[in-house]
């Protein structure tokens, strides 16, 4: 079993949908968790930065973290064409700075106009 | 501001060659990290450094591989005989503390 698993997809959506991307992971040691979104042949962009459990909101993401369950998730509200990319899940359990990464394989997500 | 730089973009090598790929990080970032990403995967941990010296280096494949920080802010990642299997994108990021780390574009190995 690997220590972060993804669903790789592809999610395929009408434009203005709300999208759902989620992790489970099966290391307890992880407290920093992270979602990044990579377009073809670009390196991965930083979209969401979290630690320990709860939601996090910043514009139309919202990262949700369980620790209880190693689920993670990233919603997207209102999705829009450009925000097709593949999307990764990344944690860590890093003491206090962001320390040896462990990703999923990557969601890849079409938003069709 | 500027983010992290990696060159060249492109490396296409012959089997058996050396080849150096070098990371620019953002100004003031302490960490630095290498990652490598094969097609449909996720990247992979090869090394960090917490200033000049490598704090895990646990990822490396083998001792085919080595990173250098001489300084604490750019860093070359260095190959040695390479193999058809290195052929990958390689990634640097850098951070600091309290915050996510930044990835650069990549180098895109190909080792023919």
């Known amino acids: 079993q690997k220590e972060v698993e993804q669903d790789p997809g592809p999610l395929s959506v009408p434009e203005g949908a709300i999208v759902s991307l989620n992790c489970t992971y099966s290391n307890s040691a992880f407290q920093y968790f992270m979602w990044y979104r990579q377009y073809s042949r670009k390196g991965p962009e930083l979209l969401m930065y979290t630690y320990s459990s709860g939601n996090k909101e910043d514009g139309r993401f919202t990262a949700q973290v369980d620790k209880s369950s190693k689920y993670i998730s990233l919603f997207i509200r209102d999705s829009q064409p450009s925000d097709s990319a593949t999307y990764l899940c990344a944690m860590s359990a890093g003491g206090g700075s962001n320390y040896k990464l462990t990703f999923g394989k990557g969601t890849l997500l079409t938003v069709n106009p | 501001g500027a983010g992290v730089s990696q060159t060249p973009s492109n490396k296409v090598t012959e089997k058996g060659k050396y080849v150096e790929l070098r990371c620019d990080p953002i100004s003031g970032h302490t960490a630095l990290y290498w990652y490598r990403q094969s097609l449909g995967q996720g990247p992979e941990f090869l090394i960090y450094f917490q200033g000049t010296g490598a704090a895990d280096d646990s990822g490396l494949p083998n001792d085919r591989f080595f990173a250098v920080r001489p300084e604490g802010s750019v860093s070359t990642l260095k190959i040695q005989r390479t193999e058809r299997g290195d052929s990958a994108v390689y990634l640097c990021?850098?951070?600091?503390?309290?915050?996510?780390?930044?990835f650069g574009p990549g180098t895109r190995l190909t080792v023919t």
């Open positions: 990021a850098s951070s600091r503390v309290g915050t996510g780390a930044y």
